[in-house]
């Protein structure tokens, strides 16, 4: 029974290393972004939590400012829109986004400071937003993306925040006006004229004080805006524009270059001992085909029987085409559509089963490239101690079509 039992008791060691090494690449794939954003969202639930039965006080405020007009009453807002700004955050921070990152480290810092305030000392939210912080610097690496989702939660952040600073602010310095500014209504209204430099004239600061703030509305209004479409606008617009002109660059770089079609081991292998060499290669991949290939191959998707894909691949100018597609079918019809498209191109044809060679010479490739067949015959010539010298290898390895 030793024997079983020894057995038995590696196999358990043997998965239990298993389940711990598919939970360290789990973490390290999703752990700290997952980590960072449920801190985020439980930080921002907390200070929603308790500042939420403030919030009808400082809304009656707001629409009767002649009640008891108090600034602390008037704060409760501000962190009402951090907690928002926590919870949406989380969602950036699941994407690994750069700008979230940012973002919920400013929050963090401010929604700490304040929970330490004697006013409003919460020792949970301290311990949170301790927490985040220190998950969020460990890992800093981890965010290292251009996000339009966090772009996007960014702008609405900030325009939120901008909102409530120009209505706090209006009505705050809302005697200054001409006629003065009672109401959450008017003060919105207010805002939204100021901060789009529409300006009807209907409401007028008189006071420097409220001068000075309708200044910093402008300011400020123009700043968000700018910023925010630059945020979210910007990498639409850069991310095309770039496209575009790498695509074009490629396709004026593609010249005197290897084509090697298909996503096969054996393109793969081709592929990278090319690129050791220090030659140009263009891949042709067909769509819905998984790709090998590392991010910075030239991979182009599309049908490699089509003119067009052939064209974009640089297929005319190139010095050679390999078709190492998995099917020999898709092979052969590969190589008539290079010989109708660039006559004058090389053209070595993969047989992936030797019973296909008869077949695949009907369409004249240059070579065929045949490795079972060399494959099988190296062990043949092996067993019976026959020469293997350098003329021998390269005819059973390339096969002419003669």
């Known amino acids: 029974m030793r024997p079983a039992r020894g057995s038995a008791s590696r196999a358990l060691r043997e998965e239990l290393a298993r389940l711990l090494g598919m939970l360290r690449r789990l973490w390290k794939e999703h752990g700290p972004q997952a980590l960072a954003a449920l801190l985020a969202a439980l930080l921002g639930g907390l200070l929603l939590r308790r500042e939420m039965p403030g ?39 699941l994407t690994r986004a750069r700008l979230a990152w940012v973002i919920s480290l400013l929050l963090g ?23 985040m912080l220190l998950v969020l610097l460990v890992y800093a690496r981890h965010f290292n993306r251009s996000s339009i989702a966090a772009g996007s939660l960014f702008a609405l952040l900030s325009i ?14 809302g005697e200054g006006y001409t006629p003065p ?32 703030f309708t200044v910093s509305l402008i300011v400020l209004g123009i700043s968000v805006f700018a910023t925010t479409l630059s945020v979210v606008i910007g990498p639409l617009v850069g991310g095309s524009i770039k496209r575009a002109l790498e695509g074009r660059m490629q396709k004026q770089q593609r010249r005197n270059h290897y084509v090697i079609f298909g996503a096969s081991a054996l393109a793969y292998t081709a592929w990278k001992s090319l690129q050791q060499r220090g030659v140009a290669v263009t891949v042709v991949v067909s769509p819905g085909a998984t790709s090998p290939f590392p991010d910075e191959a030239d991979v182009v998707v599309g049908d490699a029987t089509r003119n067009e894909v052939l064209e974009q691949a640089g297929v005319p100018h190139a010095r050679a085409v390999l078709t190492l597609r998995d099917d020999d079918a898709e092979n052969a019809f590969a ?25 695949i010479r009907r369409v004249q490739p240059d070579m065929l490239f045949a490795p079972q067949v060399l494959g099988s015959d190296l062990l043949v010539r092996s067993l019976f101690g026959e020469p293997i010298d350098n003329e021998t290898v390269s005819r059973l390895l390339f096969v002419t079509s003669e």
């Open 55 to 93: 919030l009808g006080g400082s809304l009656h405020v707001l629409d009767h400012p002649e009640s008891a007009l108090r600034l602390a009453d008037l704060l409760v807002l501000p962190r009402v829109l951090s907690g928002v700004g926590l919870v949406l955050m989380a969602f950036g921070l």
């Open 109 to 131: 810092m401010l929604v700490g400071s304040l929970a330490l305030l004697p006013a409003h000392r919460a020792p949970v939210a301290v311990a949170a937003s301790a927490a």
């Open 160 to 173: 939120g925040s901008l909102l409530v600073y120009a209505a706090l602010g209006s009505l705050w310095f």
């Open 181 to 212: 500014i009672r109401d959450l209504g008017t003060a919105l209204y207010y805002a939204v004229e100021t901060m789009s430099t529409v300006g009807y004239g209907d409401i007028v600061p008189r006071s420097p004080h409220a001068r000075m």
């Open 335 to 359: 190589v008539l559509a290079v010989k109708e498209l660039a006559p004058g191109v090389k053209t070595i044809a993969g047989v992936n089963d030797a019973r296909h060679l008869a077949k």
